[in-house]
T-cell receptor
Framework: EAQVTQNPRYLITVTGKKLTVTCSQN?????MSWYRQDPGLGLRQIYY???????DKGDVPEGYKVSRKEKRNFPLILESPSPNQTSLYFC????????????FGPGTRLTVT | KNEVEQSPQNLTAQEGEFITINCSYS?????LHWLQQHPGGGIVSLFM???GKKKHGRLIATINIQEKHSSLHITASHPRDSAVYIC???????????FGQGTRLTINP
């Protein structure tokens, strides 16, 4: 089954404790991206990757890092989480940019206290 | 001003009603997506449009490139259609999707 998986689905952590949210897709997609969703603000792009070892900042990259060492994986790293990073996070993948169907992961609800 | 504006923000209707959700954008785009976010949070792609009209079951999506406007219609609405519907546009040359804030649809039995 074609899918994007994210782990963990729920995470409560404390300020400053490094964490990684994993994202993996099994569709051999080249394009992957991370979004955060906040009430009243909609989905906003954090980082995206057009292929292995090719990543770039989205609209709200501050406080986040990513890597793309393998085509299928695109982890999101918060090296020193802060309460303003409490949000619902989605990973997405597609064959390319623009006119390609977007596949979203199930979401990760992160709370930073 | 947001590059993508959806209306209405909230919509409540009775089962069987014809539903219209609107999306207006202010930039040049190469594609427009309609997405559905279920109450549990998952997001699925409904349509991709670059011109004209598409239909899938009871859902119809249209786009008018000249007017920078798209509509999502649901015929014979059902409580299981209750969800948040999100419009997203792929901005020419920007390599990213920009999302509207979503329309929360509630269909009462």
């Amino acid at each position: 089954e074609a899918q994007v998986t994210q782990n963990p689905r729920y995470l409560i952590t404390v300020t400053g404790k490094k964490l990684t949210v994993t994202c993996s897709q099994n569709m051999n997609h080249e394009y992957m991206s991370w979004y955060r969703q906040d009430p009243g603000l909609g989905l906003r792009q954090i980082y995206y990757s057009m292929n292995v070892e090719v990543t770039d900042k989205g609209d709200v990259p501050e406080g986040y890092k990513v890597s793309r060492k393998e085509k299928r994986n695109f982890p999101l790293i918060l090296e020193s989480p802060s309460p303003n990073q409490t949000s619902l996070y989605f990973c997405a993948s597609s064959l390319g940019q623009g006119f390609f169907e977007q596949y979203f992961g199930p979401g990760t609800r992160l709370t930073v206290t | 001003k947001n590059e993508v504006e959806q209306s209405p923000q909230n919509l409540t209707a009775q089962e069987g009603e014809f539903i219209t959700i609107n999306c207006s954008y202010s930039v040049g785009i190469s594609a427009l997506h309609w997405l559905q976010q279920h109450p549990g949070g998952g997001i699925v792609s409904l349509f991709m449009l670059s011109s004209g009209k598409k239909k899938h079951g009871r859902l119809i999506a249209t786009i008018n490139i000249q007017e920078k406007h798209s509509s999502l219609h649901i015929t014979a609405s059902h409580p299981r259609d209750s969800a948040v519907y999100i419009c997203a546009v792929y901005i020419q040359g920007a390599q990213k999707l920009v999302f509207g804030q979503g329309t929360r649809l509630t269909i009462n039995p």
